[in-house]
């Protein structure tokens, strides 16, 4: 499976930015689906999971209260909504595919990542 990832820009504190992740090749309505996120400088971290099913999903706290996850498996595609925005969530944000939990380890496809940069 191939993940595409979609959805970055340049955004002003406090805006809001639905970022996309398309599976292609197969489908991926079996599978947890992740977004991960790196910042200049820094090691990639976790920031969202969901199940396979939409059911269950998980954050990491920094974005707990901000931040949504969701999928349309008719779509083949998962979201990340992400609003008022802050400038330490500037990073490449980028969608995996797998078990699920917070280590990368976890997950066996990645997408090519999508830049977000949060400034005024």
């Known amino acids: 499976v191939q993940l595409q990832a979609s959805g970055g820009g340049l955004v002003q504190p406090g805006d809001s930015l639905k970022l996309s992740c398309a599976a292609f090749g197969r489908t991926f309505s079996m599978y947890g689906v992740a977004w991960f996120r790196q910042a200049p400088g820094k090691d990639r971290e976790f920031v969202a999971f969901?199940?396979?099913?939409?059911?269950?999903?998980d954050y990491q706290d920094s974005v707990k209260s901000r931040f949504t996850i969701s999928r349309d498996n008719a779509k083949n595609t998962v979201y990340l909504q992400m609003n008022n925005l802050k400038p330490e969530d500037t990073a490449v944000y980028y969608c995996?595919?797998?078990?699920?939990?917070?280590?990368?380890?976890?997950?066996?496809?990645w997408g090519q990542g999508t830049l977000v940069t949060v400034s005024s």
């Open positions: 969901i199940t396979w099913s939409g059911s269950s999903t």
């Open positions: 995996a595919e797998g078990a699920g939990g917070t280590k990368e380890v976890s997950y066996d496809y």
